[in-house]
């Protein structure tokens, strides 16, 4: 079985059932291998969340990438532009990552997180016309992204278009 397919089954679990019931004999289950299986690629339920962690972080940071194009204030309307892709793709990413964050709650587990939070909230690297206003969106961004993983369905396809068009007004001014 592949590294990949153990950290979807991992993902599944935890997403389907919550922290507690992320033990490596579960994912082990949910991806129809022995726990031996499992234990070749993650030593640890830790090693686990870790590479769960990192992949996320990579997908978001390529996300990112392919909307930028680096011109000033490129990188904050490509954070909005992956956010949500995110939010209003198919497979609902944004409750994997919150299952994900969750998982990784212990200060050792988060701190990749928590740089790839520094790294995201950063000043745009190519400028911008308001650098207050770019700081901002992604914050809104960040916390709209927060919102609906608690609740799904609070706002519509609709509502999320018009959301994520305002946003990106916000950085023209």
Do not use: C
């Not at 390529?62 to 497979?91: C, K, M, N, Q, W």
Request: proline fraction near 5%; avoid cysteine; hydrophobic fraction near 45%.
């Amino acid at each position: 079985m592949k590294r990949e397919a153990l950290l979807d089954a991992a993902e599944s679990v935890l997403f389907e059932q919550g922290t507690q019931a992320l033990t490596l004999s579960a994912v082990a289950d949910r991806a129809g291998v022995s726990k031996g299986g499992l234990l070749y690629h993650f030593s640890t339920k830790e090693a686990l969340v870790r590479a769960m962690v990192a992949r996320v972080i990579e997908e978001f940071d390529d996300l990112i990438a392919s909307h930028d194009d680096g011109t000033p204030g490129s990188y904050t309307r490509a954070y909005v532009e992956a956010t949500f892709e995110i939010l209003t793709g198919e497979a609902r990413a944004y409750r994997r990552w919150s299952a994900i964050t969750a998982a990784a709650a212990d200060p050792e587990q988060a701190e990749p997180l928590n740089e790839a939070m520094r790294r995201w909230h950063a000043p745009d690297p190519a400028g911008g016309p308001d650098p207050g206003n770019a700081a901002v969106v992604r914050l809104a961004a960040e916390g709209l992204w927060e919102v609906v993983s608690h609740d799904p369905g609070l706002y519509d396809a609709e509502q999320l278009r018009a959301l994520r068009q305002r946003l990106l007004e916000l950085l023209e001014r």
